[in-house]
């Protein structure tokens, strides 16, 4: 019986762990292309949503998908365009240099048209929630 036990509760531990979100910023400069992602060489694809990470960042890997979201309530967009917590979206790191932001671990430089769909700010920087 308290094998059963132990091992319902490493699996419940597990699942939670893994579902997780951490608080991060988000930032955007009009300079980061992505074009020159000197740290994930072999990524040449990189779709309209990407980002950089703190190169001291060991949880997220080149080609990695992140699930984001703004938690700027007053900044944030969703569908309807309206303020509120915005719709997550999906971001693949493209490279793990950020010239010119926080040096925060889970700091993430993000493309214009990413920073554009989470966010209805003129502001460079936003609180994301960030889901692995």
């Known amino acids: 019986m308290e094998i059963k036990i132990v091992i319902v509760v490493a699996v ?9 979100a951490v608080p991060g910023t988000g ?40 699930n984001i979201q ?27 240099c950020i010239p010119g932001v926080s040096t925060g671990e889970n700091d993430l430089l993000l493309s214009q048209e990413a920073f554009q769909e989470l966010a209805i700010t003129d502001q460079y920087s936003i609180e994301i929630e960030i889901n692995i």
């Open 27 to 66: 930032s955007f400069r009009s300079n980061f292309t992505g074009i020159a992602a000197q740290q994930c060489p072999k990524i040449k694809d990189f779709g309209k949503f990407y980002a950089a990470v703190n190169p001291n960042a060991m949880q997220y890997t080149c080609g990695q998908i992140l």
């Open 70 to 96: 703004c938690k700027n309530k007053p900044y944030c967009k969703n569908n309807s365009g309206m303020m509120a917590t915005s719709n997550p979206i999906a971001v693949k790191v493209v490279d793990k």
């Open 12 to 20: 419940i531990c597990t699942l939670i762990s893994v579902s997780s």
